[in-house]
């Protein structure tokens, strides 16, 4: 039985869309093999798990509304404004640049600190 991986402190949960379907393909390469190397240089922010939404959704439509991707971004820092004042300085001093196929107004970035520990079944 493998062993469970302790909780993350916190989470940075970042919304996102390509641009239109036809550069899907290339923001999903700007996005794994670009950016998230670039946060992950980041101190603190140490995985992250991608997820594209599904068809499958409890109101009919929903779907299609909104940010297509989910990124959830594992910290481990005791100090979040810390780790997210980090994160804007190594963009700042590595230069990132979104890339062409991102929707920048898509675009939705969020701290979480969690208030309980996992619950399972």
Not at 33 to 48: A, N, Q, S, Y
Not at 62 to 81: C, K, M, N, T
């Amino acid at each position: 039985m493998a062993k469970e991986q302790p909780m993350p402190k916190a989470l940075m949960v970042v919304l996102t869309s390509p641009r239109s379907p036809e550069v899907e393909q290339e923001f999903n390469r700007w996005y794994t093999d670009v950016h998230i190397p670039e946060i992950l240089r980041t101190p603190g922010f140490v995985g992250v798990t991608r997820y594209k939404v599904s068809a499958s959704q409890f109101l009919p439509g929903a779907e299609s509304q909104g940010p297509q991707y989910l990124a959830l971004w594992e910290i481990e820092a005791d100090d979040v404004a810390a780790a997210a004042n980090a994160l804007q300085e190594q963009a700042i001093s590595d230069g990132w640049v979104l890339d062409d196929a991102i929707d920048p107004a898509s675009i939705s970035i969020r701290f979480f600190e969690p208030i309980t520990e996992r619950i399972t079944q």
